[in-house]
Structure formats: structure tokens, C-alpha cells
């Protein structure tokens, strides 16, 4: 019998591991990955079985480098259904573009960018042999709008943002489905820089008066990807009415 089986990148902490436990929730048996943290990986992992009684595989490498994404799907079951790719792994870099050296540029790229185009490379001929399946990208307001201080990480997330569109079109003839979520100020480890000040001051620019959870980004997340077989290439706005 087949198990559905859904991968999710950036999965050891904040909207990674929220959008697993959301997708174990739903039915889903869990393949996370994540960078570093292998305590994390297996509390999740712990919670998974216990709370939904799925499974849940687990592995540590860069997510941006072709020879880990290659190990990362040959670790997929032969009993699996590969039914969602979650490309959440990101990471962000704040401060003057000039001042920015060009290691970090192409790191932060790997990162939000190649380990992209390596998955639903990946992914796309499971997908095409199953007859469906659905991608979801991980991105930001700031590749809608573009942030000061943090131009890179803007490009990155317009990049992620024009691959979900182009490539929603290309495959949606095949009944396989790519979207992405824009998330604003969502209340993870990537928004601890701010000062107790700088967080009451954006709070305040925020209509809806808050950050959102990790657990309200996860559950979208799940949504998007398990329903609406109908939307594709989009870019979905999650913002509390921010930007």
C-alpha cells in the first residue's frame, strides 16, 4: 500500500517544522530536512509519531547542494507517494548592500534560491509518474515589495516568487500544482534581531496589530498544498493587511 509522503525543507524550527506537523496532521508521513540542529529534527520527529502516528524521516545536510538533495529523495521509501514538496529552507542577511561581500551573496542564494530549482528538479519526475502532486515555496513580502537594508534577500524571494509563477505554468497540464505563500512579520527565530522596541514599532505598522505564528503559516501551508486543485501559480499573501 502506498504512504503519502511529503518533504519539507527548513523543518527543524518556525515555519519549517510547523508546516510538517500541519501536513502529519493532515495524513502525511513526514521527510525533514534541515541544515544543522539534529536534537530538533528528532523532537520533531518524536512528536510526529507520537501526536498523528506517521512517520517521520529525518536528515541534516544543504539543502543547496545537488549531491545532498539527491541523497534526500533516495531516502524516500519505495512504498512512498511523493504528494508535497515544501521548500521552506531560507535564510536572510540584514544590512548595506555595499557592505555585503559576494560569499555572502552566493550563499544566501544556494540557500533560497538553487536548493529551490535542485528539489522540484527533484521531485518533477515522481510527480509526472504519480500523474499529480503539489510544490509549495516559502517566500516573503519583501520579494513583493523589496525592504531597505535588505536588498538580497529581496531579489532572493522575487526570484522565488517568478520560478513559483513560470513554473505553475509549465506544469500544470501534468495536474502537478506550484504556489507560494509571501508571509510578512511571522514570529520565528529569523525576526529575533529586533529589539523589544523594534518589535513594538512594527506591531504597530501591522493593521492586523501583531505578528503571525509559526502554527497559523504551517496550517496554511498544509491547505494550500493538499487542496484547491485548481489554484497554480500564485503567490499567496499572508500579512496580517502589512504591506
Known sequence: MKKNFAIVTGASR????????????CGCSILAAARTNRSALAELRKEIKETW???????????????????????LPEEACLK?????????????L?????????????????????????AIPLFLRQGGGSILNVSSVWGLAGASCEAAYSAAKGAVNSFTRALGKEL?????RVNAVAFGAVDTSMNQF???????????EIPA?????????????????LNHPYLTGQ???????WI
Request: hydrophobic share 45%; proline share 3%.
Open 194 to 204: 529586533l529589539s523589544p522596541e523594534e518589535r513594538r514599532a512594527l506591531e504597530e
Open 98 to 122: 555595499q557592505d555585503m561581500s559576494l560569499a555572502q551573496w552566493n550563499t544566501l542564494f544556494q540557500t533560497n534560491v538553487t536548493s529551490m530549482f535542485l528539489t522540484c528538479r527533484a
Open 84 to 96: 508535497v514538496l515544501v521548500n521552506n529552507a531560507g535564510i536572510s542577511h540584514v544590512g548595506l
Open 14 to 25: 518556525g515555519i519549517g517544522r510547523s508546516a510538517a506537523l500541519a501536513l502529519a496532521g
Open 172 to 176: 500544470a497540464p501534468s495536474g502537478i
Open 209 to 225: 496589530g501583531r505578528f503571525g505564528t509559526p502554527a497559523e503559516a504551517g496550517a496554511l501551508i498544509a491547505d494550500l498544498s
Open 53 to 75: 502516528g506517521q512517520e517521520c524521516i529525518t536528515v541534516l545536510g544543504d539543502i543547496g547542494r545537488e549531491d545532498f538533495v539527491t541523497s534526500l529523495f533516495s531516502l
Open 235 to 241: 503567490v499567496i499573501t499572508m500579512d496580517g493587511a
